[in-house]
T-cell receptor, first 109, second 115 residues
Framework: QKEVEQDPGPLSVPEGAIVSLNCTYS??????FMWYRQYSRKGPELLMY????GNKEDGRFTAQVDKSSKYISLFIRDSQPSDSATYLC?????????FGAGTRLFVKA | EAGVAQSPRYKIIEKRQSVAFWCNPI?????LYWYQQILGQGPKLLIQ????????DSQLPKDRFSAERLKGVDSTLKIQPAKLEDSAVYLC?????????????FGSGTRLTVV
């Protein structure tokens, strides 16, 4: 079993839709949970992070962590074509950060 | 603030040849990482430096990969000899190593194709 599982997609939605991206994990030692966005032929860029359980909102983006279920989510409201990218979840415990495989998202105009 | 610089952007080599990648992190960032990202997969850590010392190289294939960080700033990653399965994007990232440095800043990567 992989430490971090993420559905690779692709996920295709119309402009304006609410997008839900998810990851599950198996290591209880993870304390920090991040979401990165990666455009084609670019390096990942940090979108959001959350420490332990709870929600965090930043503009159109909301990150949720449920440590009891070992499940994290990223919601994108009013999705735009510019949101089309690969979204990577990442989790950190101590010095160790593990990335998910990424979900490819396409937002159609 | 200048980002993480990497070169070259692309490299095509034949198997068994050698190749080197260069990274210049964000000024003042103590921690530097090299990741390998194979197509369709998430980044996998190869090596982590704290200043010019190695913190974690447990997933670095040491029989063919080597890395160094001179004077705690720039870093080079070398592969010798290359194999077909080394075809990937090699990402460099840095972080400031402060108590809240939960995220990294990545460079655009070097795309390596081994033929």
């Amino acid at each position: 079993q992989k430490e971090v599982e993420q559905d690779p997609g692709p996920l295709s939605v119309p402009e304006g839709a609410i997008v839900s991206l998810n990851c599950t994990y198996s290591n209880s030692a993870f304390q920090y949970f991040m979401w990165y966005r990666q455009y084609s032929r670019k390096g990942p860029e940090l979108l959001m992070y959350t420490y332990s359980s709870g929600n965090k909102e930043d503009g159109r983006f909301t990150a949720q962590v449920d440590k009891s279920s070992k499940y994290i989510s990223l919601f994108i409201r009013d999705s735009q074509p510019s949101d089309s990218a690969t979204y990577l979840c990442a989790m950190r415990g101590g010095f160790k950060t593990i990335f998910g495989a990424g979900t490819r998202l396409f937002v159609k105009a | 603030e200048a980002g993480v610089a990497q070169s070259p952007r692309y490299k095509i080599i034949e198997k068994r040849q050698s190749v080197a990648f260069w990274c210049n992190p964000i000024s003042g960032h103590a921690t530097l990482y090299w990741y390998q990202q194979i197509l369709g997969q998430g980044p996998k850590l190869l090596i982590q430096f704290q200043n010019n010392g190695v913190v974690d190289d447990s997933q670095l294939p040491k029989d063919r990969f080597s890395a160094e960080r001179l004077k705690g700033v720039d870093s080079t990653l070398k592969i010798q000899p290359a194999k077909l399965e080394d075809s990937a994007v090699y990402l460099c990232a840095s972080s400031p190593n402060t108590p809240d440095d939960y995220g990294y800043t990545f460079g655009s990567g070097t795309r390596l194709t081994v033929v």
